[in-house]
Nanobody
């Protein structure tokens, strides 16, 4: 499975972005998709994840109410809609896919994910 992330860019505080992650290859093996981010000088952190079968999802606390993760099984694409963006959301965002069917408690674990895409950069600044 190959993953291609897109949709990053420069946005003003309070603005919105929709990140996309398109999978190719053996997409039937995808059990879940997650988004992680890494800010300059910081460790990579979990943002959100979705179970492919029933859209069960989980979010990190700091994006709850501002982010919505979704997926289009036909297009083999996952999305992360981010609203009310803050400067602290500035980071490189990575998507990752797992071949397992993740339970929500396991979704933040990086070792759950089998495939990683390249990052897409999000900068929130005025």
């Amino acid at each position: 499975v190959q993953l291609q992330a897109s949709g990053g860019g420069l946005v003003q505080p309070g603005g919105s972005l929709r990140l996309s992650c398109t999978a190719s290859g053996r997409t039937s093996s995808i059990g879940g998709l997650g988004w992680f981010r890494q800010a300059p000088g910081k460790e990579r952190e979990f943002v959100a994840a979705i179970r492919w079968s029933d859209s069960g999802s989980r979010y990190r606390d700091s994006v709850k109410g501002r982010a919505t993760i979704s997926r289009d099984k036909v297009k083999s694409t996952g999305y992360l809609q981010m609203n009310s963006l803050k400067p602290e959301d500035t980071a490189v965002y990575y998507c990752a896919a797992t071949a397992s069917r993740p339970i929500t408690s396991s979704m933040p674990r990086e070792d759950l994910y089998d495939y990683w895409g390249q990052g897409t950069e999000v900068t929130v600044s005025s």
